[in-house]
């Protein structure tokens, strides 16, 4: 197991400004996602040998009192021996040392948002270990559920050159439409994780999915490749929030997507990515966050870089979270969050960040301690939408970033005119779009 880092580290954020989808993980584990298959035909017969083996496994145990397994049986066991090699494969794909796949051992009762029949998956578990296939490494409270990795035959057959994430494909039936509520803060103010809230259709859930599964049908008939190799499929998420579980149910909050390879990809690795085998165009609305905030107050922004903030003119990353900070917010911030106050120079404390930023920005002083952040990544969200739409209408692949898309380079043109009208017809009011330049070191 990789050494626990201190317990600021320990809270893993989702990238992006804002503070929600807060996942508790002291360790790298990858969470287990049961809508991942194994579709590919090395894949498939990959999993198809482990079945196999897991059935004899079950005949071993049962011995004298081996009756031939129901179908609706074998087919759940079928259905979770795909799911847990592809995401084995993924695991390994991207393996660091003492990295394990995180499973949910325990039955709950089923929402929205599980995948049927996984309630026998730790009698498959189970099955595969006494088969060699993996070794199980117990959960350890508050810090990491049961963790799997493959072993032996099943691991060099997943490593092996010829077996692609391209083999991964997604089972029908997942919930794209994701709401979440606050759950309050922990022992030390930070906030806890996020918890999932089962909702009832309506005539908006259905109009928002419908966008949703519209994106994404169109992305699935294009090339997205990194490497000149394609990728495991994915399909896009939009994620609303509640600020707490008793309130009512509602979908204007948040809304960004999430759900696909790219959105968390470093900006060094992005010029190995083509779509339909052509370079991409990185293109980003230009201090989006504090323009919607402007467009809130009904105030021009100042001309220039709306980020660059005097004496912090080299911590813009650091400068960008603060603010989102200073946003996210419900009362005064007396306390720099650990990112945001390791990323600037020493000496910078809360009050004195909260004082260049008003002096920077004086009209979004009501703002700060409104906790407005949610509100104004539902505005940047619905922009995104609607931009992907409309270029998915065209013809043109788009791939989303939080603030931003990823087109064809011969697509540039059309995708930043497109940005632009959407952002002015959705927010009523300007936003430039510029294409980011090429990293040449990691993020």
Same mark, same amino acid.
């Given at each position: 197991?990789?050494?626990?880092?201190?317990?600021?580290?320990?809270?893993?954020?989702?990238?992006?400004?804002?503070?929600?989808?807060?996942?508790?993980?002291?360790?790298?584990?990858?969470?287990? /996602?049961?809508?991942?298959?194994?579709?590919?035909?090395?894949? !498939?017969?990959?999993?198809? *040998?482990?079945?196999?083996?897991?059935?004899?496994?079950? !005949?071993? *145990?049962?011995?004298?009192?081996?009756?031939?397994?129901?179908?609706?049986?074998?087919?759940?066991?079928?259905?979770?021996?795909?799911?847990?090699?592809? @995401?084995?494969?993924?695991?390994?794909? @991207?393996?660091?040392?003492?990295?394990?796949?995180?499973?949910?051992?325990?039955?709950?009762?089923?929402?929205?948002?599980?995948?049927?029949?996984?309630?026998?998956?730790?009698?498959?578990?189970?099955?595969?270990?006494?088969?060699?296939?993996?070794?199980?490494?117990?959960?350890?409270?508050?810090?990491?559920?049961?963790?799997?990795?493959?072993?032996?035959?099943?691991?060099?057959?997943?490593?092996?050159?010829?077996?692609?994430?391209?083999?991964?494909?997604?089972? $029908?039936?997942?919930?794209?439409?994701?709401?979440?509520?606050?759950?309050?803060?922990?022992?030390?103010?930070?906030?806890?994780?996020?918890?999932?809230?089962?909702?009832?259709?309506?005539?908006?859930?259905?109009?928002?999915?419908?966008?949703?599964?519209?994106? @994404?049908?169109?992305?699935?008939?294009?090339?997205?490749?990194?490497?000149?190799?394609?990728?495991?499929?994915?399909?896009?998420?939009?994620?609303?929030?509640?600020?707490?579980?008793? /309130?009512?149910?509602?979908?204007?909050?948040?809304?960004?997507?999430?759900?696909?390879?790219?959105?968390?990809?470093?900006?060094?690795?992005?010029?190995?990515?083509?779509?339909?085998?052509?370079?991409?165009?990185?293109?980003?609305?230009?201090?989006?966050?504090?323009?919607?905030?402007?467009?809130?107050?009904?105030?021009?922004?100042?001309?220039?870089?709306?980020?660059?903030?005097?004496?912090? $003119?080299?911590?813009?990353?650091?400068?960008?979270?603060?603010?989102?900070?200073?946003?996210?917010?419900?009362?005064?911030?007396?306390?720099?969050?650990?990112?945001?106050? *390791?990323?600037?120079?020493?000496?910078?404390?809360?009050?004195?960040?909260?004082?260049?930023?008003?002096?920077?920005?004086? %009209?979004?002083?009501?703002?700060?301690?409104? /906790?407005?952040?949610?509100?104004?990544?539902?505005?940047? !969200?619905?922009?995104?939408?609607?931009?992907?739409?409309?270029?998915?209408?065209?013809?043109?692949?788009?791939?989303?970033?939080?603030?931003?898309?990823?087109?064809?380079?011969? @697509? $540039?043109?059309?995708?930043?005119?497109?940005?632009? $009208?959407?952002?002015?017809?959705?927010? %009523?009011?300007?936003?430039?779009?510029?294409?980011?330049?090429?990293?040449?070191?990691?993020?």
């Amino acid at each position: 197991m990789l050494p626990l880092s201190s317990r600021a580290k320990a809270l893993l954020r989702a990238k992006g400004d804002g503070d929600e989808f807060v996942a508790p993980l002291t360790t790298p584990d990858i969470l287990f /996602d049961p809508w991942a298959t194994s579709s590919g035909p090395k894949l !498939s017969s990959i999993a198809a *040998e482990v079945m196999q083996a897991v059935l004899e496994a079950h !005949s071993k *145990e049962a011995g004298s009192r081996v009756r031939q397994p129901k179908a609706e049986v074998l087919e759940r066991t079928a259905m979770i021996v795909s799911s847990i090699i592809a @995401n084995l494969k993924l695991l390994h794909a @991207n393996h660091r040392w003492g990295q394990y796949l995180a499973l949910p051992m325990k039955h709950t009762a089923l929402t929205r948002y599980d995948r049927p029949g996984f309630g026998i998956m730790p009698k498959v578990v189970e099955a595969m270990e006494s088969a060699g296939l993996i070794m199980k490494h117990p959960p350890v409270t508050h810090v990491r559920r049961t963790g799997i990795e493959a072993t032996g035959w099943l691991r060099a057959s997943l490593m092996a050159p010829e077996v692609h994430a391209a083999n991964i494909g997604r089972a $029908e039936g997942e919930e794209v439409i994701r709401l979440s509520a606050r759950a309050g803060r922990d022992q030390y103010g930070n906030r806890l994780p996020s918890t999932l809230v089962d909702y009832r259709d309506t005539e908006e859930t259905i109009r928002l999915r419908g966008e949703m599964d519209e994106i @994404n049908a169109f992305l699935a008939t294009q090339r997205i490749e990194v490497n000149g190799e394609r990728q495991a499929a994915h399909k896009l998420t939009r994620r609303f929030l509640l600020r707490s579980p008793s /309130d009512p149910r509602a979908f204007n909050l948040h809304g960004r997507l999430y759900g696909a390879f790219w959105i968390s990809m470093p900006k060094v690795q992005r010029d190995s990515l083509t779509i339909n085998g052509e370079p991409i165009a990185d293109l980003d609305y230009a201090s989006m966050f504090p323009r919607l905030a402007y467009a809130r107050v009904g105030t021009e922004p100042p001309a220039g870089d709306l980020y660059a903030i005097p004496g912090l $003119e080299d911590h813009r990353t650091a400068v960008k979270a603060g603010l989102s900070a200073l946003l996210s917010t419900e009362t005064e911030m007396i306390r720099l969050p650990h990112e945001v106050k *390791e990323a600037l120079p020493a000496g910078w404390t809360a009050s004195r960040f909260r004082d260049a930023i008003a002096k920077k920005h004086p %009209a979004l002083v009501p703002l700060v301690g409104r /906790d407005i952040a949610m509100d104004l990544m539902f505005t940047e !969200s619905c922009i995104l939408v609607a931009v992907l739409l409309r270029l998915a209408r065209m013809g043109i692949a788009a791939l989303p970033m939080h603030d931003g898309v990823m087109v064809q380079s011969s @697509n $540039e043109e059309a995708g930043m005119r497109v940005m632009v $009208e959407v952002a002015a017809n959705r927010a %009523a009011t300007i936003i430039p779009v510029v294409r980011k330049i090429a990293a040449t070191t990691s993020d």
